[in-house]
């Protein structure tokens, strides 16, 4: 399943087969997001999940503590952030990491859900709820030696990043990761 959805200016022109079937493609994708929002909130509760509470407050705030922590080199906080094969991963960029990253944000986070998935794992009957979000920010970071030299980067120079983020849930373990 792609997690970064195609513009609509990227579009073909509706009149021709292949404009047709993309629009077709982005329509089936539109109504899997639907259905799979309506399974999360009868999982979660309405109460528990709201579209606009998520977009606010949880991605941005997950946001910057993922990248915070993974800056600080962080495992025991990145252990309850993330799932277990982000944990893998990141854990192993650790290995080779030569001095110190410092990473900023300049300003707000913003976030905007683009794709929902409600999957179910009959194996080990276990439901998850993915929610993709396009998240923008300004940030600037730089690789710092032992002396505090910056070897690498640049902390003044904040840059508009567009990221898409997949942010997982268990919905029938306590856990919450």
Known sequence: DSYVPMPLRSLPSLLSAAGW???MFKTRK?????ASYVRIVRALG???FTVGAFERNVAPDMYERVNLSV????RTAL??????NAYTTLK?????????LEWRHDG?????VVTMRFIQIQEINENFAQITCAMKSRQASAIVDKRGKVTSGDLTAFRDV???VVFERPLTKSDGR
Do not use: P, Q, V
């Open 21 to 23: 079937r993309a629009m």
């Open 30 to 34: 539109w109504m899997e997001t639907a």
């Open 46 to 48: 309405a109460k528990e």
């Open 71 to 74: 800056a600080k080199g962080d």
């Open 79 to 84: 252990r309850s952030l993330c799932t277990e």
């Open 92 to 100: 192993n960029l650790f290995k080779n990491r030569t001095g110190t």
């Open 108 to 112: 707000a986070i913003s976030a905007r």
């Open 162 to 164: 567009l990221e898409y």
